[in-house]
């Protein structure tokens, strides 16, 4: 089929169109990226926006030196690590529970879950609760009161229910356990399902600040995001971080702002080295979440 | 429930084989159960603190009750009601705009002929939703900054439009558009996720169809593909409305204020997220502030049956 002349040009548009909003999505991390990379002090003359003009390292130096940051490092991991992975293996098994038909009370348990999807007690009440767990400045924070979200349960629940039951049933009839037909069996179906949410855990894991900035008040429990919003927001936080790293010295390649950069792309980095590779999966995954509902 | 298999009399032994037969999925959906009693409405039975003198030391049993003393406190106070004008403001701008962009980039998106600069596009567009809001929100404070690291402001110069830079988050006058903006930026690319899904789902055959019969390209996204994501559109919708307050899918209401708000801007910026923080965690009146904390829970609340109910009368079918 030919093309009209007129269908041509709004093609043209369209395109045009798609690449600015390319440049306006991805042009900010550029721009952090290329800052990261120069001078600070150079950096402090401005018209920086395509390339470094002097290029240094000394920002990922002094941002790695800091042992705050290591340490804050050592923590995000670990908590995006450990988080993710007992998060998503306990949302599946409730899941698995509840994805068995006609289970008796399934109905007051879904009543039970969906009410927290909409309502809850607010900050307050939880902090309290927290407290009273004795949670509050222990790793354990991180970790526990994340383990399990309805939302996610409802989609594993989707996904549960359109694995052929004829899979399991074959399986018991060999005589697998339960628990050996969901390790072995379903778990090993649900990859799309287990990815997705392994990866909004995860990156939730990572980016979060709010638990750490007001349930703990170890410094050895920062993490990365608060360390990063301490530079970033606070300027109290600065003249701390000054001090802490010594930022008086005119001849360093660094300045305050110039180690910003290095310490957000720090922060960046995991996220865009994993996420295009499972790019596929969650798209799949939010297709079923779409579709059922 | 009981249809013949067990008889009348041992109703309550049947469940009791039934429940042991089954141990296995109860167990596992107790252990849910367990969770969400203890990490969810335990929290929602704290809220009692609000309708006392919540003194931590005594804890709640000993707390004095005051009635609805702390919500006249509340409504007597200017800054809740301005957080409260906030909310709604930026909110409601929010879930119209977290709505409409993602739905419209969608639409764009599926003309997009060429599929691996389609697929480029959609991934970049992933991105930003990846990132944390410190990270977002030091972008932005950089991008807008007044200083010689800025970029809006250098540009603004060049083309002659300002004379001298000026300190954007310094002015109230422009917070609503740097948080609307910077919503956009972070949630249209990944919002459109789901429409994409749908899109994918409608069937080639009606669009060669409606090509035959010479529909225009703009006839064929309103009068096909917009009709046919409906039921995907109304999800959204409603998903939106479960957060609407809190700044709609993206929720960004509480990182916004918090991380780009100042004494400056504060005035446009403080949200009832943030007031809630300020004074329950920070000032320590734990049940002043569980008493405005309970105020969105309710209001949300409403909102979510409000916008369920409207979606059964016009669809005939709803979320729950």
Known sequence: MKKSLKEKSADTALYLFMILIIVITLYPFYYCLVMSFNNGHDSNRGGIYLFPRVFTLANYEVAFQNHQMGKALLVTTARTVVGTLSSVLFTAAVAYGLSKENLMFRKFYMIMGITTMYFSGGLIPFYFVLKSLSMLNTFMVFIIPNLFGFFNAILFIAFFKNIPASLKEAARIDGASEAFVFFRIVLRLSTPILATIALFNGIGQWNSWFDSQFFTTNPNLKTLQLILFETIALAAGQEKLKQQLGVTNESAAYTLESIRYATMMIAIGPIIAIYPFITKYFTKGIMLGAVKG | ?320
């Open chain 2, 1 to 320: 429930m009981n249809s013949g298999r067990f008889p009348e009399k041992s109703y309550s032994r049947g469940m009791v084989y039934r429940f042991r037969k089954e141990l296995f999925f109860q167990s596992l959906a107790i252990l849910g159960g367990l969770f969400l009693l203890v990490f969810s409405y335990l929290p929602m039975f704290g809220i009692v603190m609000a309708f006392q003198n919540y003194n931590p030391s005594i804890g709640f049993v000993h707390s004095k009750f005051v009635g609805l003393h702390h919500f006249k406190d509340l409504f007597n106070d200017e800054a809740f009601w301005i957080a409260a004008r906030n909310t709604v403001v930026l909110s409601s701008l929010k879930f119209v705009l977290g709505f409409f962009c993602p739905l419209i980039f969608a639409l764009l998106l599926n003309e997009l002929k060429d599929n691996f600069f389609k697929k480029f596009v959609q991934t970049s567009s992933y991105l930003p939703n990846f990132i944390s809001w410190v990270i977002a929100g030091g972008m932005i404070i950089i991008f807008v900054s007044a200083a010689s690291d800025g970029v809006l402001n250098p540009i603004l110069i060049k083309l002659g439009w300002i004379k001298e830079a000026i300190p954007f988050l310094s002015y109230p006058g422009y917070y609503v558009a740097i948080a609307l903006l910077s919503d956009i930026w972070k949630v249209t690319g990944f919002g459109a996720i789901i429409f994409l899904a749908a899109i994918a789902g409608i069937d080639h055959e009606v669009y060669e169809a409606s090509i035959v019969d010479g529909a225009s390209r703009f006839q064929r996204i309103y009068k096909i593909t917009v009709p046919m994501i409906k039921d995907t559109i109304v999800v959204v919708l409603i998903l939106g409305i479960g957060n609407l307050l809190g700044g709609g899918l993206g929720s960004s209401n509480f990182n916004q204020a918090y991380i780009l708000g100042n004494p400056l801007n504060m005035g446009v910026s403080d949200v009832l997220d943030t007031y809630i923080l300020r004074m329950g965690l920070q000032l320590g009146q734990f049940s002043f502030s569980a008493a405005a904390g309970l105020l969105l829970s309710v209001i949300s609340m409403v909102l979510i049956y409000v916008a369920n109910w409207t979606v059964r009368k016009i669809n005939g079918d709803a979320i729950f």
